[in-house]
Nanobody, 124 residues
Framework: QVQLQESGGGSVQSGGSLRLSCVAS?????????MGWLRQAPGKPLQGIAG???????NYANFVNGRFTISRGNAKNTLWLQMDALKPEDSAMYYC?????????????????RGQGTQVTVSS
């Protein structure tokens, strides 16, 4: 099994920044896993944000437009999402995702393990 625990969500004003964290654990997890971030706003479908493979190569959804940065720790079980220039439309539940093979954010959305999420609220 793979467990993913997110943290770092909160409330911030438009234009502000937040840094989300995720820690992966469990007997099924190893450093070859790719990881990523997803989000879901109320009434909207789950959306892929970014993914990163075991070598640290990232990929981003078009809407990110340079505002978010995904990274992972040397031990490969810690993941971060630095979010800058936040907008009210970024308000959502943010989820960490992981998969042993797929690293693209849309593949992680479809096939990845997922955590319980951390809430991000951006006020105007």
């Amino acid at each position: 099994q793979v467990q993913l625990q997110e943290s770092g969500g909160g409330s911030v004003q438009s234009g502000g920044s937040l840094r989300l964290s995720c820690v992966a654990s469990g007997d099924g997890y190893n450093s070859d896993y790719s990881m990523g971030w997803l989000r879901q706003a109320p009434g909207k479908p789950l959306q892929g944000i970014a993914g990163i493979d075991s070598k640290g190569v990232p990929n981003y959804a078009n809407f990110v437009n340079g505002r978010f940065t995904i990274s992972r720790g040397n031990a490969k079980n810690t993941l971060w999402l630095q979010m800058d220039a936040l907008k009210p439309e970024d308000s959502a539940m943010y989820y960490c995702a992981a998969h042993p093979k797929y690293s693209h954010h849309n593949e992680l959305l479809a096939f990845g393990y997922r955590g319980q999420g951390t809430q991000v609220t951006v006020s105007s």
